[in-house]
Nanobody, 119 residues
C-alpha cells in the first residue's frame, strides 16, 4: 500500500506564504507524477499544479507567478511553495501521486491539509 501525507497548512494573512509538503511512502517502485489539488467549501476540486518525473510542470492560471511546485525524488516528496496568498486561496489542499506499486500504476491521494488566508 502507498500512503501520502501532507503537512504545512495553516492560517496566514493575505500576502503571506506557506510551504506544503507531501511525503509518499510504502510500496513505491516509481512515481510518474505528483500534483496538488484544492477544494474550497461549496466548490469542485481543482488542479493547482503538477510535476512529472521528467520535470514537466503545469500551473493553474490562478496561481501562476505565486506558487511553485517541486519534488525531492530521493524522499518521494513534493512541495508547494505558496507566496502572495489571497483569501480566495483558502481551501483544503490535497496531494495526488501516480505510483507504480509493483503491480500496476495507480493514483493515490493524501488526506488533505487546510489552508486559510485571512484578509
Amino acid at each position: 500500500q502507498v500512503q501520502l501525507v501532507e503537512s504545512g497548512g495553516g492560517l496566514v494573512q493575505a500576502g503571506g506564504s506557506l510551504r506544503l509538503s507531501c511525503a509518499a511512502s510504502g510500496k513505491i517502485f516509481n512515481i510518474n507524477a505528483m500534483a496538488w489539488y484544492r477544494q474550497a467549501p461549496g466548490k469542485q476540486r481543482e488542479l493547482v499544479a503538477s510535476i512529472t518525473s521528467g520535470g514537466s510542470i503545469n500551473y493553474a492560471d490562478f496561481v501562476k507567478g505565486r506558487f511553485t511546485i517541486s519534488t525531492d525524488n530521493a524522499k518521494n516528496t513534493a512541495y508547494l511553495q505558496m507566496n502572495s496568498l489571497k483569501p480566495e486561496d483558502t481551501a483544503v489542499y490535497s496531494c495526488n501521486a501516480n505510483v507504480f506499486n509493483g503491480r500496476r500504476w495507480e493514483n493515490y491521494w493524501g488526506q488533505g491539509t487546510q489552508v486559510t488566508v485571512s484578509s
